[in-house]
């Protein structure tokens, strides 16, 4: 009964990330927190080594990743990755005791496609940087962003977006969109979804709520982080996403509050669960 298992699902392909490092540093303070509960991890390098965990795994994060989200396509980490989501859902389905699962930028367009609930498609240009995201009505209410202002800050890393919600599939699945993309004025663009919660028990983020200021300055600090922020945004704007990485009640805040709220919240369901099915 006092255990639980967490399953990192690592999607970077073998790129060299800070994002496996900031999930693993979230589990590791939640693993304190628990202290009375037996809490573990195991990571499973997805896209490089064909790696898969079963369905004896209690919460599943899936991370971010460079690419396409559908480079993949016809590959066998592909259908492995997919026939777990798949077997996740019937079991959900069925089962008193449920399977919790995050995802995570890349691995959100990847859940997009899984159940068919928007589009995915190019973006019309590159995003970079510690950008400002609105929550939408059900985001008010969802406990993952409760202690975020609106709007709050996220890590923004994307070549694809999620837009033009499928609102049928969303109505069947019983899902709600929680958060979006900032408004730009200034461009006729259409406004990505960046949160989705599915279900009690399964939600995704089009950014990266477990960056961490060191993550990021780790990133703006590389010569051509910057010269590619300078470029498309200008000099001004690159420091100010060095204060954003930096000033606790932004990316911090972020990093601080979703991720761990979803460890938090899962764990306890799990452990009232087993006390029940008892």
């Given at each position: 009964?006092?255990?639980?298992?967490?399953?990192?699902?690592?999607?970077?392909?073998?790129?060299?990330?800070?994002?496996?490092?900031?999930?693993?540093?979230?589990?590791?303070?939640?693993?304190?927190?628990?202290?009375?509960?037996?809490?573990?991890?195991?990571?499973?390098?997805?896209?490089?080594?064909?790696?898969?965990?079963?369905?004896?795994?209690?919460?599943?994060?899936?991370?971010?990743?460079?690419?396409?989200?559908?480079?993949?396509?016809?590959?066998?980490?592909?259908?492995?990755?997919?026939?777990?989501?798949?077997?996740?859902?019937?079991?959900?389905?069925?089962?008193?005791?449920?399977?919790?699962?995050?995802?995570?930028?890349?691995?959100?367009?990847?859940?997009?496609?899984?159940?068919?609930?928007?589009?995915?498609?190019?973006?019309?240009?590159?995003?970079?940087?510690?950008?400002?995201?609105?929550?939408?009505?059900?985001?008010?209410?969802?406990?993952?962003?409760?202690?975020?202002?609106?709007?709050?800050?996220?890590?923004?890393?994307?070549?694809?977006?999620?837009?033009?919600?499928?609102?049928?599939?969303?109505?069947?699945?019983?899902?709600?969109?929680?958060?979006?993309?900032?408004?730009?004025?200034?461009?006729?663009?259409?406004?990505?979804?960046?949160?989705?919660?599915?279900?009690?028990?399964?939600?995704?983020?089009?950014?990266?709520?477990?960056?961490?200021?060191?993550?990021?300055?780790?990133?703006?600090?590389?010569?051509?982080?910057?010269?590619?922020?300078?470029?498309?945004?200008?000099?001004?704007?690159?420091?100010?996403?060095?204060?954003?990485?930096?000033?606790?009640?932004?990316?911090?805040?972020?990093?601080?509050?979703?991720?761990?709220?979803f460890l938090n919240i899962s764990i306890r369901k799990i452990i009232s669960e087993r006390v029940v099915c008892q």
């Amino acid at each position: 009964m006092n255990e639980i298992k967490i399953a990192i699902l690592d999607l970077y392909n073998g790129e060299e990330n800070q994002g496996i490092r900031c999930i693993k540093d979230i589990i590791e303070e939640t693993i304190d927190r628990f202290s009375e509960i037996n809490v573990s991890y195991n990571l499973f390098d997805v896209r490089a080594n064909n790696e898969i965990p079963g369905l004896d795994y209690d919460i599943y994060i899936s991370s971010g990743g460079p690419g396409s989200p559908f480079e993949g396509k016809g590959s066998n980490w592909e259908k492995m990755y997919f026939g777990l989501l798949s077997n996740i859902d019937f079991h959900n389905e069925r089962e008193d005791e449920k399977k919790f699962v995050f995802f995570i930028c890349h691995s959100f367009q990847l859940m997009a496609r899984h159940y068919n609930f928007a589009k995915v498609t190019t973006r019309h240009s590159p995003s970079f940087g510690i950008m400002e995201v609105n929550k939408v009505s059900n985001g008010f209410a969802e406990p993952l962003l409760q202690k975020l202002d609106d709007p709050f800050y996220g890590a923004d890393f994307r070549e694809y977006q999620v837009i033009q919600p499928r609102f049928d599939v969303l109505n069947r699945l019983g899902a709600r969109i929680i958060a979006i993309e900032k408004e730009r004025t200034h461009v006729n663009y259409e406004r990505a979804i960046m949160g989705i919660r599915i279900s009690e028990e399964i939600v995704g983020l089009q950014f990266h709520p477990e960056a961490d200021p060191a993550s990021m300055l780790y990133h703006l600090h590389k010569p051509e982080r910057k010269e590619q922020v300078v470029k498309k945004y200008g000099e001004r704007k690159y420091y100010d996403m060095i204060k954003l990485a930096e000033d606790p009640n932004a990316l911090l805040r972020t990093r601080n509050n979703v991720l761990p709220e979803f460890l938090n919240i899962s764990i306890r369901k799990i452990i009232s669960e087993r006390v029940v099915c008892q």
